[in-house]
């Protein structure tokens, strides 16, 4: 059993290290010798179990409305890759891809995580069901100094009738503001968030969470933001924050 087993354990390294969905390989990984059927099949159903692409929940989807799917654009055409060789056309911004475990998909990333954090999911990204929750997409600023998320509210983030949740709201803040900071100085962890509600957002509507840094002193980050209707013509909610830059081995520390 436990000879099999390092058997399995051997070609998963090999695998792991091979493009998966290319046509069979002629190269032969000395270490490993798939002699029974379960093993030849384990091997079938590693790339089912481990896609190459995860799904990446920053980009449109069916449930994204018109007026999110025009803020969308509007970035869009802002992005770097977007204006290339083109003349100045003021600011320049970038869309951050967003998943839903907190392991970076680097190189082994997805597979790591699949075994390490194999129940573990982001909070804003647990629900697979497309309009349902939390519909976002950030963006930042070339300078980092401001970053805008356009975010779309599902039925599930309901608080008061037909409107989002206050906690919800403050997730979206904290989000944002949090993953602004964390390109200022990875990793933060959120030592404040004052957060003061003006105005209700009606469940399914659209609007823009806007977050920039005020401040940097040492490891403390304090950033503000502001949630408004896309035209900027309502504010909804208004927050500060303040986040600390810490190791890597404090946010690993049990």
């Known amino acids: 059993m436990a000879r099999s087993l390092g058997r399995i354990v051997s070609g998963f390294r090999c695998f792991g290290s091979l493009p998966f969905g290319n046509p069979p390989l002629k190269t032969q990984c000395s270490g490993v010798l798939f002699r029974t059927t379960s093993e030849r099949t384990l091997v079938h159903v590693l790339p089912k179990i481990f896609p190459r692409k995860p799904r990446d929940f920053s980009l449109p989807n069916s449930s994204w409305g018109k007026e999110m799917m025009e803020l969308y654009n509007h970035y869009n055409r802002l992005s770097k890759e977007a204006t290339e060789g083109q003349e100045d056309h003021g600011e320049e911004w970038t869309r951050l891809p967003s998943y839903n475990r907190t392991l970076k998909y680097a190189t082994g990333g997805a597979y790591l995580s699949k075994i390490i954090q194999s129940k573990a999911r982001l909070f804003t990204r647990n629900i697979r069901d497309p309009g349902a929750a939390f519909e976002y997409v950030l963006f930042f600023r070339q300078d980092k100094l401001k970053c805008v998320c356009i975010f779309q509210a599902g039925h599930l983030l309901e608080g008061p009738p037909g409107h989002v949740h206050g906690g919800a709201i403050a997730t979206m803040i904290d989000t944002v503001t949090g993953t602004h900071a964390s390109l200022l100085s990875a990793p933060v962890m959120t030592a404040n968030l004052n957060v003061n509600y003006r105005s209700p957002i009606p469940l399914g509507s659209t609007v823009l969470i806007e977050s920039i840094l005020d401040k940097e002193d040492g490891r403390k980050m304090y950033i503000s933001c502001r949630v ?27």
């Open 228 to 254: 408004t209707s896309t035209d900027g013509s309502k504010l909804h909610t208004e927050a500060t924050a303040l986040f600390l830059s810490i190791s890597v081995s404090n946010l690993l520390r049990r």
